[in-house]
């Protein structure tokens, strides 16, 4: 294996380090930092780029500390515990900046400093674990190419790292464990198996368990199939099944930014997409004339029911976006979209830009297919005003982000 001395000079979206090799090819080196020289071991060519392994630190860059998971390094669930936290905040900017140049074409774009999250550590309030070949389960360890059993995770509420060393759970068809802790502590297990057969399970301690089909709703086993989550001093059912962010603080910070982006009069028709349980249908909709909202998910609309139980001008369709946008009369002065991190289809793409809204907000936890969808919407008129970074993964390179584009059809775009 050939070895190599590097100066990294950026990071990339999904963590590495980045430089160049004598003949100008990229080179990636995972968990290095812009300003460091490295001796780096290469694992991987391609035709115009390679991966290396860091073997030397040979001049550490000032951000560079100590991190804090005895993990880091091999599990794969975080890329930035060695960078002091002001400098992940300064990456995660310069990551959309570049993504949306890279991949969407925008040489000249507002992206505001990254908003810091109130809580780098112990935020999350979900533990997603796979079974492990020894038994028990695990984080994937991408070095080891493996599932290996942790003993601690610093970014996770520490009751579900201890949850986790309490679980003696055997299930031959089980795929994935999700553990998540609600805002009142309770505690819930969620199963997704191979089957839809739900196994005959006891526990000896206060704890919810429930099965995720494969629709992604939940059947309870034991106790309650959702948690109960605090946001901006609301409570949120969340199924088992159901999306929600990990950290209840950056959630905080989505909300504020889109309400601000969203600066709603009163007056304003307001379409959301992908609506999830309603946590931003929550607080859109007293600012708004009326609502309309499409989520996929059975189980997020039973919740959104539950938490907007007096909206009397919210009306909520079940299905795909692509299916029901089209058959809509609706011509909404605001549309805002919460995609998951694949983003949208091309179908659900041009039903959006075909409504011709004046505004528009998207809500991305994917920077990438933020850059992809951007360069359609971009064709179909629009133009985006800012992108504001948040922060809603610490430690990780993964950075939410929340847009604001503008409908002009000065040039006659078409879809």
Request: overall charge negative.
């Amino acid at each position: 294996m050939k070895t190599l001395t590097l100066q990294i000079t950026a990071v990339a979206n999904g963590g590495a380090g980045i430089a160049q090799d004598e003949n100008g090819r990229t080179i990636f080196v995972p968990y290095t930092l812009p300003g460091e020289t490295v001796r780096a071991v290469l694992v991987e060519e391609k035709a115009h780029h390679a991966f290396a392994r860091l073997e030397e630190l040979l001049i550490p860059a000032a951000d560079r500390v100590t991190p804090r998971c005895p993990h880091f390094g091999a599990c794969g669930g975080c890329h930035f515990q060695h960078a002091r936290y002001e400098a992940q905040l300064r990456l995660k900017q310069e990551i959309v900046r570049d993504q949306m140049q890279r991949i969407g074409g925008f040489s000249q774009i507002a992206v505001p400093p990254t908003l810091p999250n109130p809580t780098s550590w112990a935020y999350s309030s979900e533990l997603v674990l796979s079974p492990a070949a020894s038994g028990g389960f695990g984080l994937w360890f991408p070095t080891e190419k493996r599932v290996a059993a942790i003993s601690e995770c610093p970014i996770t509420h520490p009751d579900l790292v201890a949850l986790l060393a309490d679980i003696d759970l055997e299930l031959p068809t089980l795929r994935r464990l999700t553990l998540r802790i609600g805002d009142d502590a309770a505690l819930l297990a969620a199963l997704e198996v191979e089957d839809v057969e739900p196994p005959e399970l006891t526990v000896d301690f206060p704890l919810s368990v429930a099965l995720i089909l494969p629709d992604e709703t939940a059947v309870s086993l034991i106790g309650d199939s959702y948690t109960i989550q605090a946001v901006k001093g609301r409570d949120f059912r969340v199924s088992a099944g159901c999306a929600f962010p990990p950290s209840p603080a950056a959630a905080a910070l989505v909300v504020e930014q889109v309400l601000a982006f969203a600066a709603l009069t009163g007056a304003e028709r307001v379409l959301e997409l992908y609506s999830g349980v309603g946590l931003l249908t929550t607080f859109l909709a007293p600012g708004a004339a009326d609502l309309v909202a499409i989520e996929l998910n059975e189980d997020a609309v039973a919740d959104t029911a539950v938490n907007l139980p007096d909206a009397d001008n919210v009306t909520l369709y079940n299905g795909w976006v692509e299916d029901i946008l089209p058959a809509l009369d609706v011509q909404p002065d605001l549309v805002v979209m919460n995609p998951p991190a694949k983003g949208l289809t091309r179908d659900a793409l041009t039903a959006v830009t075909n409504l011709r809204a004046p505004r528009l907000i998207y809500v991305s936890s994917d920077v990438a297919t933020l850059a992809r969808d951007a360069k359609f919407l971009t064709r179909a008129g629009y133009q985006p005003l800012t992108i504001q970074p948040i922060d809603a993964r610490p430690q990780t390179y993964h950075v939410e982000t929340v847009s604001l584009w503008r409908f002009s059809d000065s040039a006659g775009h078409r879809v």
